[in-house]
């Protein structure tokens, strides 16, 4: 089991920048990858983005590309998430998720998950 933390939410204007981090500890050799989703309120939980432990690639929603940029400190099992050019529909509950395998965009191939934090961002 992997257990994941993720400091770094808060309240945000449009167009701030704010980043957050996961740290995993436990079994994290059994990770393949870290996933980020998210819930804004009334709506379904969304894929976001990932990176792979191993080579570093990278995976984006279409709503973020370009503005969120995922990355990873092997040495620190730290994964990032910066957010810039932030918008008020990126309001939402953010998780980080650990994963061994599958489908990256897909909740069911993540096997652990962070409480999730919250980012708010007013207009």
């Known amino acids: 089991q992997v257990q994941l933390v993720e400091p770094g939410g808060g309240l945000v204007q449009a167009g701030d920048s704010l980043r957050l981090s996961c740290a995993a500890s436990?079994?994290?050799?059994?990770?393949?990858?870290m996933g980020w989703f998210r819930q804004a309120p009334g709506k379904e939980r969304e894929f976001v983005a990932r990176?792979?432990?191993?080579?570093?690639?990278?995976t984006y929603a279409d709503s973020v590309k370009g503005r969120f940029t995922i990355s990873r400190d092997n040495a620190k099992n730290t994964v990032y998430l910066l957010m810039n050019s932030l918008k008020p529909e990126d309001t939402a509950v953010y998780y980080c998720?650990?994963?061994?395998?599958?489908?990256?965009?897909?909740?069911?191939?993540?096997?652990?998950w962070g409480p999730g934090t919250q980012v708010t961002v007013s207009s």
């Open positions: 998720a650990a994963s061994s395998g599958g489908s990256y965009y897909m909740e069911r191939s993540y096997d652990s």
């Open positions: 436990g079994r994290t050799f059994s990770s393949y990858g």
């Open positions: 990176i792979r432990w191993s080579d570093g690639t990278t």
